[in-house]
């Protein structure tokens, strides 16, 4: 159920302050993190994994991308960063502050925007990336993923990693630390495989694709009006004072 208003292709999806959710503790511990929802659910949210290496679910999404890669919602960048010692053009975007911070030094670029701010290479990234519950930004899925097809070439691909198990919630939610202190509340969104696939058409996009790896969930979709693989693309990077376009 939807307690917030509702958001159409002409609105844009609320977009609060950003809560630092990677600020780390003296001695380089990564905190504790719950996402806690208006209604009083409370589930943790593992930072730890986030801020960690990539591990082999992670490899399996990744040996699909092809570069250009866009990862939206990268948090500290261990996609990105894997993604860059292997010589692919990739670029990362979050709103959390410490997130570029983090992610630059593991070695990845990361560009401090929302996903529905103007990004470098609109239209022409081979690969955009969705995972760690990323579908939920903005409450409005099949707003995000029309706005991912509008970032894709029309021969890209789209991974996407759904819940587990299946749902298709809206809610409206807050993070919060390990110490009770909370960020503002915004709506956010959960997506079984069968739900994101609804959205998904209702985006212009349909599957190819669907995998599931030590309890993990994901789906590869492309543009309806797409075929064969996206062309490769200059290095699309973030240059001093802004983007390289």
Known sequence: MTDHPQLTADSPPLRPE??????RAPGGSVPRLLLRTRGGG???VDVQRWCS???PVDEELLRRCRGPVLDVGC????LVAALA????DVLGVDVAPAAGHLAEAA???VLRASVFDPLP???GWATVILADGSVGIGGEPHLLLRRSRQLLHPCGLLLLETEATETDQRLIACWEDGDGR???WFPWARLGVAAALRAAERAGLRPREQWSLQGRRFLALTPTEGSGPAPARPALVPAAGGVAL
């Open 182 to 184: 909370r960020g503002p």
């Open 107 to 109: 070695g990845a670029r």
């Open 85 to 88: 010692r292997r010589g692919t």
């Open 121 to 123: 290479g609109e239209g």
């Open 53 to 55: 290496g990539a591990d």
């Open 75 to 78: 948090g500290p960048g261990r």
């Open 18 to 23: 950003p809560f630092d959710l990677y600020s």
């Open 42 to 44: 409370l589930s943790p």
